[in-house]
T-cell receptor, first 117, second 112 residues
Framework: KAGVTQTPRYLIKTRGQQVTLSCSPISGHRSVSWYQQTPGQGLQFLFEYFSETQRNKGNFPGRFSGRQFSNSRSEMNVSTLELGDSALYLC????????????????FGPGTRLTVT | GQNIDQPTEMTATEGAIVQINCTYQTSGFNGLFWYQQHAGEAPTFLSYNVLDGLEEKGRFSSFLSRSKGYSYLLLKELQMKDSASYLCAVRMSKGGYQKVTFGTGTKLQVIP
């Protein structure tokens, strides 16, 4: 079974631009979560999607948004990029977002490294 | 916010046992994860605890005490490849949403 894939793997943008990152979950997984990882702040939760709906979210400004498609693939968008948005963006998929223990086993993709200049 | 505390660094000897502790604020608690992350790689899921007690999975075990806001990850028969960062993360409910907050990670170095 193929793992979580993320595209692109590397990206360089300038301040003020916008960027869209893509994540394809493991086949059969319906929940997709996005995280930002930086050396200073560590791993921070952005949001979680399930059945094309944002179910959970972290404490990021509205410039960060996402969506999920009917095939569970997800995209994340960052508008008006700032230097501080330079980070590794990780996507993780899990079977489904319910109270069942096994549902929360998350599998991470390799990440997209975004550099804002 | 949700404060998650875990030691920054630990060193242990190959073949030994090491325990990595994690404490968190209990308000809104809805589950605790442990992840392993090797340098330059994505995190790998190790365990998820939602009820009190010990969960064992091979050489790795995770313990949770919800009333104390405390968890630990126990690694037995340490191998050199266990050198990595270990991340504690808490799933919590707040304002109708659930969010996952990560600790800053414990960098474990296994020495011969």
């Amino acid at each position: 079974k193929a793992g979580v894939t993320q595209t692109p793997r590397y990206l360089i943008k300038t301040r003020g631009q916008q960027v869209t990152l893509s994540c394809s979950p493991i086949s059969g997984h319906r929940s997709v979560s996005w995280y930002q990882q930086t050396p200073g702040q560590g791993l921070q939760f952005l949001f979680e999607y399930f059945s094309e709906t944002q179910r959970n979210k972290g404490n990021f400004p509205g410039r960060f948004s996402g969506r999920q498609f009917s095939n569970s693939r997800s995209e994340m968008n960052v508008s008006t990029l700032e230097l501080g948005d330079s980070a590794l963006y990780l996507c993780a998929s899990s079977l489904f977002a319910s109270g069942t223990k096994g549902a929360y086993e998350q599998y991470f993709g390799p990440g997209t490294r975004l550099t804002v200049t | 916010g949700q404060n998650i505390d875990q030691p920054t660094e630990m060193t242990a000897t190959e073949g030994a046992i090491v325990q990595i502790n994690c404490t968190y604020q209990t308000s809104g608690f809805n589950g605790l994860f442990w992840y392993q992350q090797h340098a330059g790689e994505a995190p790998t899921f190790l365990s998820y605890n939602v009820l009190d007690g010990l969960e064992e999975k091979g050489r790795f075990s995770s313990f949770l005490s919800r009333s104390k806001g405390y968890s630990y990850l126990l690694l037995k028969e340490l191998q050199m490849k266990d050198s990595a960062s270990y991340l504690c993360a808490v799933r919590m409910s707040k304002g109708g949403y659930q969010k996952v907050t990560f600790g800053t990670g414990t960098k474990l170095q296994v020495i011969p």
